[in-house]
């Protein structure tokens, strides 16, 4: 059944408005302070605490703006005989679709200003997704770009198999309390380059 249409309250969405430019600038300064070397490390914990076995389906992104780089991560993935795929935006208010993607295959812009495969490439379920953020808190909650898209995902494949999510970020990008809704989706781990962390959603609302 799909979710009705209305899913937050008009505060709600204000607040997250205002979240989102705030964290945007606060993720500037927090990619700065991590240095460059910030990619390699995400990379280094990914391989040590998650540790995923060959043949593991993990999808992955093309880093933006500020984001953090998770090139490393794939590269490191790939060569532990991982199959990398990337998200693709098929319409607004749907989930993502994944296609596998190697180094070197040809890519098309979307309209958010991320890269994707081709609609040739094969499409795949993940087992692992690496996930894009603004900022996160200690129960796992992510405050993403405002389209809903990992959330779409990650609650439909949910339902259909076990997946893990993977919030990437800079350490600096913690907050408190992410702002959060009645369909917003929390992470399993949370990697940054000073480390990583499994949420502690104990009594979380």
């Known amino acids: ?4 249409a209305l899913v937050e309250t008009e505060e709600l969405v204000a607040a997250k408005i205002l979240a989102r430019k705030q964290a945007m600038a606060a993720r500037k300064v927090a990619k700065a302070d991590a240095g460059p070397d910030a990619g390699q490390k995400l990379a280094d914990h990914f391989q040590t605490l998650i ?3 060959a043949g593991t ?3 992955g992104f093309l880093s933006i703006g500020s984001e953090v780089d998770v090139a490393p991560t794939l590269s490191a993935m790939a060569g532990r005989g991982c199959q990398i795929c990337l998200p693709c935006v098929i319409a607004p208010r749907t989930p993502l679709v ?3 993607w190697k180094q070197g295959d040809a890519l098309i812009e979307e309209s958010f200003g991320t890269r994707a495969p081709a609609a040739t490439a094969t499409e795949v379920q993940p087992d692992i997704l690496i996930v894009p953020l603004l900022s996160f808190d200690r ?3 992510r405050l993403g770009y405002g389209g809903g898209f990992y959330d779409r995902t990650l609650e439909m494949l949910r339902k259909t198999k076990p997946v893990l ?4 970020a800079y350490s600096g990008q913690q ?3 992410v702002l959060r809704g009645p369909y917003d989706q929390p992470l399993d781990w949370i990697l940054m380059e000073s480390g990583g962390f499994q949420p502690d959603r104990e009594g979380a609302v």
């Open 98 to 100: 994944f296609r596998l």
């Open 1 to 4: 059944m799909a979710r009705p």
């Open 165 to 168: 999510a993977v919030g990437v």
């Open 57 to 59: 389906i993990i999808s």
């Open 51 to 53: 540790s995923p076995p």
């Open 139 to 141: 129960a796992g909650y």
């Open 175 to 177: 907050v408190d309390a």
